[in-house]
């Protein structure tokens, strides 16, 4: 059956209240689910790690299942494949650091344009501490696409790593992820993946995808301040991990280092079952797609979850489109062709005449409409469409949790602010 946004938004207390959420891509709203571990972590297990006292066992429980929880979400082989951390940013300076050790000068590696500068500015001071070439891949500004020639040419170097975006902060582009990894691993490149913006809209496989690394943040699937590093076990077995004596080398604490935020770590946990709980009471239509996937259990139901969120959103996106292509003087950047909508997620960026995006920020505000503006930390984006300059752009993204409503309400305040 289809989403019932009045169940779904019930499971959010946060949108107890007439405003419209629009600033998603820059952090979601919490499920309630997500919130209940919080409290219940902090109430009944609070506790720091592999203590001989009953608190402590209840906390190092609550964290082993959401290692499996985060392994299921992301169809993974193992829980010692996921790492958390503080954020994506962190852990990716954290593991560039660590990868980075086996790098010689001469080498090479390859980010993207398109990226937001977590997956990028790492990976280059890394580069530069070692002395490796960085390459840089474009993207078409007229429809916000990598251009694969462009990475073909650098992935013919040889490089060691290419860092690349599931999909962009910035404009909302989905890449094609699968085929990127086939060509960065025919060239003998590892590939790591910044899931943070794709997470909340689609199912992520990374077993099939067979990817080397993917990490992605809870606070932007509607869970906690915590960010999750999804890697092949034989990778993260053999790298070296920068952390104090006597942490353990073994998966998946060699990595995580110091005392974790455990009750962000049950926060995850906590939004996991709420996807779950998604794909049980409306992803029944998607069962038999994803059962000859063989999916199972609570990986199948996250599946079902995901599925049927995805779908909701594509009509979002169609109605995001349509109104804000109606809006007199709104220049949208990005794939603008409703034929393309499955490449790209419901997020969109634009500049409103020559009003400074701030301006339309503060005024979307007035209205009780929540949006982003400026450069969202994809200043390469920004500054390669020549808008870094002048504010950068407005950003309005959707949630599955937002309403066709609430985007005819962005349409009635953007035409009264391009009236003005």
């Not at 909302?172 to 960065?184: C, E, F, L, Q, Y």
């Not at 080397?212 to 034989?234: N, Q």
């Not at 994809?378 to 469409?385: F, I």
């Amino acid at each position: 059956m289809p989403l019932d946004l009045s169940a779904i938004r019930s499971q959010f207390p946060g949108l107890n209240r007439p405003d419209v959420f629009f600033d998603n891509p820059g952090g979601t709203q919490i499920a309630k689910p997500s919130l209940d571990r919080v409290t219940q972590y902090l109430i009944e297990s609070n506790a720091n790690h592999e203590g001989a006292f009953a608190t402590s066992i209840a906390s190092d429980a609550v964290l082993d299942e959401a290692h499996r929880a985060m392994a299921d979400f992301y169809n993974a082989a193992s829980p010692e494949e996921i790492v958390f951390g503080n954020n994506m940013t962190t852990i990716t300076l954290h593991i560039s650091r660590s990868l980075s050790r086996e790098w010689k000068e001469g080498d090479e590696i390859v980010v993207t344009r398109l990226d937001h500068d977590a997956n990028v500015t790492p990976w280059v001071l890394a580069a530069q501490d070692r002395g490796v070439k960085v390459n840089w891949v474009d993207f078409d500004v007229e429809d916000g696409t990598l251009n694969l020639d462009d990475l073909q040419k650098a992935l013919e170097r040889k490089p060691k790593l290419l860092a690349v975006g599931y999909a962009s902060n910035s404009l909302g582009t989905i890449n094609p992820v699968k085929k990127i990894i086939d060509m960065a691993h025919a060239a003998g490149t590892l590939v790591y993946i910044d899931a943070v913006q794709y997470a909340p809209h689609g199912t992520i496989d990374v077993q099939k995808l067979d990817c080397d690394f993917l990490i992605s943040s809870a606070y932007k699937f509607f869970g906690t301040h915590s960010g999750i590093l999804y890697g092949k076990h034989d990778l993260l077995e053999k790298l070296f991990a920068y952390k104090v004596r006597p942490a353990t080398n073994k998966l998946p604490g060699k990595f995580e280092t110091g005392t974790q935020n455990h009750e962000g770590i049950a926060g995850v946990l906590g939004a996991i079952e709420y996807f779950e709980w998604v794909g049980k009471e409306f992803g029944g239509e998607f069962t038999s797609g994803l059962t000859e996937e063989k999916y199972q259990g609570r990986r199948l139901e996250l599946k079902k979850g995901m599925t049927a969120i995805h779908a909701y959103e594509y009509e979002l996106s169609r109605g995001l489109l349509s109104a804000l292509e109606s809006v007199p003087g709104l220049r949208l950047y990005g794939l603008t062709d409703v034929r393309r909508l499955d490449e790209r997620v419901a997020t969109f960026s634009f500049r409103l005449k020559d009003i400074h995006p701030r301006v339309v920020a503060e005024k979307l505000a007035q209205e009780g409409i929540y949006v982003w503006d400026g450069h969202y930390y994809a200043l390469n984006v920004s500054e390669r469409l020549g808008v870094e300059e002048h504010g950068g752009m407005v950003r309005v993204g959707a949630a599955h949790y937002n309403t066709l409503e609430e985007v005819a309400r962005l349409k009635d305040a953007l035409i009264k602010i391009a009236n003005q």
